[in-house]
């Protein structure tokens, strides 16, 4: 929001315009999990008013379909207002309004606007999420491949200043680390339905145009002729003997032609950020019961079904890997720090 709309949200406070777009999110994930409603096999019960008894479901629609009219109006008139009053921030929706409506691209429709401003939060804040908790799963698992970035880091960044986007080609293990994240959970297995735009012949096999067609992403990732071994986490795959990158940028994971994820660039940018942020001031590691003091188990096949595939709730700790981090930290996040274990969603 703070890019689109130039608006900070608060961390650990219930937020007027962040409730209801992480509810109209979360409804929009659960229900499209194969199985999950009657609504897709039985097109008709779409019909049901939502007060009929039993209309669960459709009361549910109902609930954020609101919510969804919720966040493209309520972040749109806040930028209006602070517009109005000389106090909004640099952001693209007060961009693009402050634009001569005869600049070539302007976009006249208020309506449109809404409708980007609210694409880019559901479409880029859950997916992120899920990188990041699928990130934070392969560190909590896989220690070993933790310590070699925080090592580059170190070296190429030091320990008094936050990696920054400059230090991206310095640092090849991380960018390995990174797309071996994309490569071993890709968020949308199944990528984005599509349609052939005209007859087509793949292998024998006639697609009529109109066909819809699904790119099976998870089937790449896990093509052993390119990627041995491929339900092991292993970043070393995208490094070359010389320990430079490969040419491969996992870049499918983003989907393909016209339906090529529009904000992959952004997401791509911000996801690396994170990531090296994370490496180079928190050591991640497997949680520890209270009582017993042994190590919680945690599964590394347990995902989500549905077009976003997201890890389900587990166990980790997050400790500073130094007090410099510690303060890295306060100064980035401008919040009190304190060690703690997290259930990561």
């Given at each position: ?21 992480e509810f109209a999110i979360n409804t929009i994930t659960e229900l499209a999990i194969p199985g999950r409603t009657l609504l897709v096999a039985f097109e008709f019960l779409c019909y049901i008013p939502p007060w009929i008894p039993g209309a669960s479901t459709q ?287």
């Amino acid at each position: 929001m703070a890019l689109t709309v130039g608006y900070d949200v608060t961390p650990g406070v219930k937020d007027a315009f962040v409730e209801p777009a992480e509810f109209a999110i979360n409804t929009i994930t659960e229900l499209a999990i194969p199985g999950r409603t009657l609504l897709v096999a039985f097109e008709f019960l779409c019909y049901i008013p939502p007060w009929i008894p039993g209309a669960s479901t459709q009361r549910l629609c109902a609930d954020a379909k609101g919510a969804i009219r919720l966040t493209r109006e309520g972040p749109y008139q806040y930028v209006k207002r602070k517009m109005d009053a000389g106090t909004s921030k640099d952001c693209l929706l007060a961009r693009v309004l402050e634009r001569d409506s005869s600049d070539l691209g302007y976009v006249e429709d208020k309506e449109l606007l809404k409708d980007i401003m609210a694409s880019v939060y559901f479409g880029g804040v859950e997916t992120m999420k899920i990188s990041m908790a699928s990130f934070m799963l392969a560190m909590t698992l896989h220690t070993h491949a933790q310590k070699k970035a925080q090592e580059e880091i170190d070296n190429v960044v030091g320990s008094y200043r936050l990696p920054s986007y400059e230090d991206r080609p310095s640092l090849p293990y991380v960018e390995a680390l990174y797309r071996e994240v994309h490569r071993w959970r890709p968020v949308t297995p199944n990528g984005a339905p599509r349609a052939t735009v005209r007859d087509d012949v793949y292998k024998g096999y006639f697609i009529p145009k109109g066909t819809i067609v699904v790119s099976n992403i998870w089937a790449i990732t896990r093509n052993e002729d390119k990627y041995p071994d491929p339900d092991s986490f292993n970043p070393e795959r995208f490094l070359s003997l010389d320990g430079t990158l490969t040419d491969d940028t996992v870049s499918y994971v983003f989907g393909f032609g016209r339906r090529t994820c529009p904000g992959r660039y952004m997401a791509d940018k911000v996801v690396w950020l994170m990531i090296v942020s994370v490496l180079a001031t928190f050591n991640i590691s497997k949680a520890r019961d209270e009582e017993t003091g042994n190590e919680i188990g945690v599964d590394p096949d347990a995902y989500t079904d549905g077009t976003a595939s997201r890890p389900l709730p587990f166990k980790c700790s997050a400790v500073r890997r130094s007090e410099q981090a510690e303060s890295l930290i306060r100064n980035a996040a401008g919040v009190a720090w304190r060690e703690e274990e997290h259930d990561v969603q």
